[in-house]
Every structure is written in C-alpha cells, then in structure tokens.
C-alpha cells in the first residue's frame, strides 16, 4: 500500500514540457482520478433512488422523524401530531396533522432538519421525507472512494471501497429510510476525509519549514489548520444528528495526536511528543471541539426562536429571565431530559442486540412487513406475496470484515501502516463505546456508523491480496483473479439479497430463500 497521495508531485515533475502541457496534463490527471469515483456513486445513487416511494408507508422509526421534521419545518421545534399521523401522510392527507404545543425529541434537531429539507422540496410523501438520506447515503460512496485514494495512493482501491459501500445492504436500507443514523453516518466520514487532508497538509507544511531547525526540538508551529476546523463543524453536525456522533468526535482527537506524533518524528525532531501535544496540540481541541460545539449549538436555532420547543421557557417559568443564559439554561434542563431517556431506555425488544454479534448479523431489523395481495403495492402473484424491508449489511461484505480486521491489524502491527491504522480506528471509534452501554436496549443498524471504516478495511486488505506494483506478473494476475472473484460475490450477494433490502413484492418461499438464519425472519 502507498501512503503517498500521488498529487504530491509538483506539476514540474509530473510533466515536462511547457506550461500548457502540464496544465493539460493536470486536468487529465485530475479527471481520472475523479471519474471512476464518479461512475461508482452513479451506479449506487441509481439504486439508492430507484423506488425510493417504496414502501408507501411510515416505515419503523420514520414514525417519530417524519412529522418532527415537517413540525421543524412549519414551526422551527418538533410539534405533537395526530396519533393517527402513521395512516393520513401515506394517504396524502397532510392538512391538520398537529394537535398542540411542542413534543419531546429523543434526539438533537439536525438529522431532522435534513429530513425536512426533502420534505420541503417535494411534499410530505415517501419520496419526500427519505430523498435527503438517500442523497446522503449516495454522497458518501464518493467520499470514501476519494478519501481511499487519497489515504492510498490508489484511484483503483478508491473505487472498490466506494462500491464496497455501494453494495452494503445496510447502508442501502439507511439510505432509503427517513432515520438518523445515515446523517451520522456521511457527517462523520466527511469530518474524517478533512482530517486525512489535514494530516497531508501538516507533514508537506513541516517539511517545507523544517530546514534549518534544530533536529532535538520540537520543531514549527503550524498555526491555523483549516481543514481541522472543517472537520470539527463537520463532526458538530454528526453530533447533531445523532448523539452517537460524539463517540467520533472525542476519539478522533487522539488519532490526530498520533498522526501529529508520527509527522514530526518522521521530519526528524526529537521532541515530537512535546511538538504534538504542545506546540500545535494547544490548539486541537480548539478546533475540533469548540468549533464543533458552535456547529451544534447553531443546528438549535429554530428551537431557539420558536414558542412551542419542548422546555424552551423552563428558565423563565423558574425565575431566569436573563437574556442567552435564559434560552441556554433551559436547553441545558432539555439536554438532561435527553440524557435521561437514551441512558435509561431499557425496554424489552425482540430486534434488540448486542454489539459484538453486530458483524454476525445475527439480528437485523426488520424495519417493514406486508403480505399485499394480488393486484395491490405491486404484487403480481395470484397466490399474493411478501414485502419485506430488513435493514441487514450484505452477508459477503460483513462476514468477511470477521477476517478482515484481524488481518489489517497483523499488517498494522508489523508494518505501522497509518492506513491500516485509521480503517481500525474508525471502526473500533464507531463500535466499541457500544460495549460499554451493553445494558442500553440496543439495535444492530447503529453499526451503519462505522460501514464506511469497514469498507475502507477491506479495501485495504484487497490492496494486499493485489501485491506491491513491483510484483511479478503472475503474482498480480492471482490477486486480481482472487480480488475480481470477491467483488463479484459481493454483487451477487447484494442483488440476491436486494428483494428484501428494497421491499420489492415478492413470493413466500423465495422470501424464505433469503432468510439465511432463523433469526433474520
């Protein structure tokens, strides 16, 4: 694997001749790298919004964050609706749906807001209110693909993370259902790739400005780092989505500070240690954190200005009336309630699971079940059929991540590959904070959080299986032989699987047929 991103190269050194040539040469260049990513989130946007409207109805956990969002909309702060809310918006009755006063809102406002985006451009109907996770879910197969070959070196593991991604059945389930997790999901990758375009710009900026310093100091200081306060706002918004956001947006800080350690040990100053937790780690969580706090507090602001946001004059009504401490003090009581109820839901659930069967996929989650009949949703069998939505990851893509991993952290372990390295980070980040709240009623399609970390794993074990560009010419017909066959039973899986990931009308036993455990029924 190469961990130099080929723009390095200054454009003199990629191409001799005159400025127009390398000026054309460039462009080529860049539209290469750009092309493949390109077709592969074509090929997965195509899938993510064909049928979107289907199921036309209020599928799972759309039921709470459908009408939040239309109340978001019209009021600024999610608003109590009609108990029959679930019936009237899949028939188009839209008119009428609030009853009174603002509603409690397990979740931060964000996620939501993008929901009510969809809901605002093309109405309160399926397509509406799950156009924006789909658009979400399709964004971020370009962003791994780009953020893979940036991280490798290689347009070719860009695309095969990307489509890795694209053929997940648990990202395409997200995608098509109007819940949170995918906005998580895409905001946190996003504040990841700026991290990874930070960690490039640190180690060209330190070596630009290392010649002359002493090699046992600590070397520069490398003042603002932009693509670091990008990552925060972008890591804020995964925040307020979903607050499994945070488990991302306090881990990463550690992954920069190694990042930062390995930079300066790598330009050759003894004191890297100091360097990175002083020199420039002063200013970490500055830009992580606080701007993440900004973009968060910012995603409130309808709250803030409406009249029916749930406790908006709790202050008030115990006698604070001072302006800003007021409306923060009151989001301050509302953040407790909200602490409260996600610390404390311990409800009985039959799809409940525990993290460590997550990449089992022993429990997945049925999130729609229907049994129409001839002539109606689709269904063109006399004897009736199944629809089916079952938010499950494909079989091919997650069982292999059981081999995967081990073995990206063997080669992490022996060559210290900062790639192998982060693949691991992002998926120990999104996961294993989920061990420590095992007595939380808990449910398998959290994992969406970390599937690009997953893909990017495997696509990385894929570059290995390939072989170094050195390698002999039989050497890499095998890998690719090997490589090409794997994909190929991940497309298989995926369109195998895709009836019951897509709620497509289809008969009882070849809907038996894609029960492969007793417990996805």
């Known amino acids: 694997m190469r961990a130099r991103h080929p723009s390095a190269a200054s454009p003199r050194q990629q191409a001799p001749g005159g400025n127009g040539a390398r000026s054309r040469i460039a462009r080529s260049r ?49 608003h109590a609706v009609s108990i029959f809310t679930d019936t009237l918006i899949p028939a188009g009755k839209t008119a009428n749906i609030f009853t009174y006063g603002g509603v409690f809102a397990a979740h931060p406002p964000f996620g939501k807001i993008q929901i009510a985006a969809g809901e605002w451009l093309f109405g309160l109907d399926p397509f509406g209110w799950r156009v924006a996770a789909a658009a979400a879910g399709s964004a971020s197969i370009l962003l791994l693909a780009r953020i893979t070959r940036r991280m490798t070196g290689s347009g070719l593991l860009g695309c095969v993370a990307g489509l890795l991604l694209a053929l997940d059945g648990l990202e395409f389930v997200m995608s098509r259902t109007a819940m949170l997790d995918i906005f998580v999901m895409f905001w946190v990758l996003a504040g990841f790739g700026c991290l990874v375009i ?29 693509w670091r306060v990008a990552a925060g706002f972008c890591l804020g918004l995964a ?42 780690g002063l200013a970490l969580l500055p830009s992580l954190w606080l701007t993440a706090a900004v973009a968060y507090l910012a995603t409130w602001s309808g709250w803030f200005a409406s009249a029916i946001g749930w406790d908006r004059n709790y202050a008030a009504a115990h006698g604070v009336r001072i302006p800003v401490i007021s409306a923060l003090y009151s989001l301050y009581e509302y953040h407790l309630q909200m602490l409260s109820y996600g610390l404390g839901l311990h409800s009985a659930d039959s799809y409940a699971s525990q993290p460590w069967t997550w990449l089992l996929l022993r429990q997945p989650v049925p999130f729609y079940y229907a049994a129409p009949q001839f002539g109606e949703q689709g269904c063109t069998r006399v ?39 982060a693949a691991l980070y992002g998926v120990a980040a999104g996961w294993l904070p989920w061990f420590l709240l095992a007595a939380r009623t808990q449910f398998s399609y959290y994992a969406v959080s970390f599937a690009p970390f997953l893909c990017l794993a495997l696509a990385l074990c894929i570059g290995l299986v390939l072989g170094p560009p050195g390698a002999s010419r039989r050497r890499r017909a095998a890998g690719a032989a090997i490589s090409g066959a794997y994909l190929l039973l991940v497309a298989l899986n995926f369109g195998y699987l895709y009836p019951v990931l897509a709620g497509s009308p289809i008969s009882d036993p070849a809907w038996l047929a894609r029960m492969w455990l007793r417990s996805w029924m």
């Open 383 to 421: 004897g009736g059929c199944v629809q089916d939505v079952l938010a499950v990851g494909t079989p091919a893509i997650w069982w292999a991540g059981l081999a995967a991993l081990p073995a990206l952290a063997v080669w992490w372990w022996l060559r210290r590959d900062w790639a192998a390295g």
């Open 198 to 226: 930070d960690r490039d710009q640190a180690r060209a900026r330190l070596a630009a400005r290392s010649p002359g310093l002493p090699a046992h100091g600590a070397g520069p200081r490398l003042g603002i780092r932009w």
């Open 30 to 78: 860049i539209a290469r790298s750009w092309a493949g990513p390109l077709l592969v989130t074509a090929a997965g946007a195509w899938l993510r919004f064909r049928g979107l409207s289907t199921p036309r109805a209020v599928v799972f956990d759309e039921t709470y964050y459908v009408p939040q969002a239309w109340g978001i909309l019209h009021y600024g702060a999610e």
């Open 239 to 280: 925040v307020a989505s979903k607050w499994n956001g945070l488990f991302f947006l306090v881990l990463f800080a550690p992954l920069c500070l190694m990042w930062d350690m390995s930079a300066r040990r790598a330009a050759g100053f003894g004191r890297h240690v100091y360097g990175a937790l002083v020199t420039d």
